[in-house]
DNA sequence: TTGTAAGCGTTATCAG
DNA sequence: CTGATAACGCTTACAA
């Protein structure tokens, strides 16, 4: 069934049809009429492949990613309510041999490409120089935002996280707390954003006049049984060398604080009592977590939204203009944390 | 650019372009190496809008779910896995007026129907008689496959949990552990994998010979204040009406379950000591959450593989035959519950 | 107001 | 092995 049909049982011819379909003006009531009856009754499915085709839009915006999970959720459900509003469907890939891999980045790319999207929105994990390679030949082929990365000297808008401001203020919290030994949980080496926090760590610590004692520091993968495990090798670790355990920890995300939290509980260490423990994202979780969490809340909704909007404008205006959008954050103290020199 | 461009950039018909590209045989090494060196050089990318036109086949599976968030995203995670492994990509629209409006339901399958999507998998909350209607007019028209909601009389294959089993071990093992008042947060009433679930409850109790106590029965909407709110609720009806709380409680999902042990804390209840809770779903936090939870894990992600590659089954051989799937289901007690009748 | 015909970028049939 | 040419289903000058 096609606009063919249509024009013959409508006794018109397919571009009345094709007008009439698309409101467009110039068309008799009469015979707007007849074709609408016919659609109806039909119920005539244009083939917006054949629609793209003809008008070089797809009215597809894709998404490539590191990974589908729970913490790209929120900011997956702003894009595609933006998307919505404004017209667009949504295709998303990502990728499974690792998430960090450029080569299958390259593949998500092409795919979304081949497939003619009206732009990208990229969640990099990591931007190296191969990645900077790439999104330059990119730019030039397709409407690109890319979220969390700021990538300075190319023409691609992007939407980030201050990673930096609010790691410090957290860690002025501690501080000003009162807390000098303060451990930290890491997250995954390759992740800009985590390396920026682990930075902003590092240098408040420096700034207080504080050694970074590397034996207060232990990696994980962002997992809650990475939390979990980091925590005991910690204390471990701390045991074997005749060391006291810190008394707050720094968590790169909650998911792991909250393993190490579970830790320290079946070790006998207190939260807070006895360690506080901080981290950042603020999922939902953080919130309803036993003790409930103190952490930086990042706004994934608002950062997808801004990310949709920024890419469907330039899409629509084709505006070159580079934009850069940094969201704002929010310290949340809760009950993982105390200052050690107030009492109660 | 074009096959044409390439055709003409390399001194051959556009025919053979299109047989190089697509790897057919009857090219000559001679044409073949011409063509590849221009594609190379050009870095040509066919447009995948005009091959799924001229082949009636678009190579993407859509996604109708009822919206975004952490509940699903190991499902689409599994979905997308397996889409990606057999060459198709992936779009998915979601509710936004009503998770349960059967209007943006429409709406959304219509969206892929107008792209041509090769087949679409929905997710729906609740399948009611418009609902029925609806699908067996699209089951004509494009390969389907349902989540959850199994439905007579429609040959659409289905992919879903048996809730009432587990929800009767669960309560089995409560009864048999000596807990006689048992209390329930249910969820949304519309959504009938909940409804089994509340079924199954209440027939436990009656095949015990209890009576179901209005009283120790709340309604929820499955997040995490739901449930805690829930909670408050009945300790404040229960001592208004000189009741007693119930020794345990079914919460229709973790997170109410959370949400409630999170209010019983705060209210002086311990749990497990004065209440036991015990909930459905096995969310990977359920774990994590001190206490973890006793609860019914379901394998989202081999729910969604299973859907996937019945889909994918469904639209390559073109099969007729409706398919059933019932998921296995895993039970798994926590710390959230205890047995009344064992010391310890 | 309406219709014809060229064009969007492919595939595939059918001669050569 | 190769190349015209007619589809695929739609939009849009251009003419009438």
Not at 138 to 152: A, G
């Given at each position: 069934?096609?606009?063919y ?5 409508s006794?018109?011819?397919?571009a ?6 698309n ?19 039909t119920?005539?499915?244009p ?21 589908i ?6 900011r ?8 919505k ?7 998303i ?5 690792d998430t960090?891999s450029?080569?299958?980045?390259l593949?998500n ?8 999207v ?7 994990t ?7 390679e ?16 700021d990538?300075?000297g190319?023409?691609?808008?992007c ?6 401001t609010p ?9 000003d707390?009162?807390h ?14 985590n ?5 902003a760590?590092v240098?408040?610590l420096?700034?207080r ?7 207060l ?22 045991n ?17 604080a ?10 006998g ?7 506080s ?10 919130e309803?977590?036993?003790?409930k969490?103190t ?6 909704y ?8 920024t890419?469907i404008e330039?899409i ?7 934009v850069k ?14 200052p050690l020199?107030?009492?109660?």
């Amino acid at each position: 069934m096609n606009i063919y049909d249509i024009a013959k049982m409508s006794g018109v011819s397919i571009a009345t049809v094709s007008r009439v379909l698309n409101n467009k003006p110039g068309v008799s009531e009469n015979a707007r009429n007849k074709v609408m009856a016919v659609v109806e009754q039909t119920e005539f499915v244009p083939n917006q492949l054949a629609k793209s085709l003809a008008n070089s839009k797809s009215f597809v915006i894709g998404i490539v990613m590191p990974g589908i999970n729970d913490y790209y959720s929120n900011r997956v459900d702003a894009i595609h309510k933006v998307c919505k509003e404004e017209g667009y469907s949504l295709m998303i890939t990502s990728n499974y041999k690792d998430t960090n891999s450029i080569e299958e980045d390259l593949f998500n790319f092409n795919l979304l490409i081949e497939k003619r999207v009206d732009g990208i929105i990229y969640f990099p994990t990591h931007v190296s120089n191969p990645h900077y390679e790439l999104l330059k030949k990119l730019e030039k082929k397709i409407p690109m935002v890319i979220t969390d990365s700021d990538i300075e000297g190319i023409d691609i808008s992007c939407v980030v996280q201050d990673s930096e401001t609010p790691t410090k203020e957290l860690m002025a919290y501690l501080l000003d707390g009162g807390h000098e030994r303060i451990g930290y949980i890491n997250g995954l080496s390759y992740d800009q954003v985590n390396n920026k926090r682990y930075g902003a760590y590092v240098s408040s610590l420096k700034n207080r006049g504080i050694e970074v004692d590397e034996d207060l520091v232990e990696l994980g993968n962002f997992s809650f049984s990475s939390g979990y495990q980091a925590l005991i090798r910690m204390k471990d670790k701390l045991n074997e060398k005749g060391k006291d355990m810190p008394t707050a920890i720094f968590a790169a995300n909650d998911k792991m604080a909250i393993g190490a939290i579970k830790a320290s509980k079946e070790l006998g260490i207190r939260v807070p009592e006895d360690l506080s423990v901080v981290s950042y994202d603020g999922i939902e979780y953080s919130e309803f977590f036993i003790p409930k969490l103190t952490t930086v809340k990042v706004n994934q909704y608002k950062l997808g939204q801004l990310a949709a909007q920024t890419l469907i404008e330039k899409i629509e205006t084709k505006k070159t203009k580079r934009v850069k959008v940094v969201m704002d954050h929010k310290i949340v103290i809760g009950n993982s944390s105390r200052p050690l020199n107030q009492e109660g």
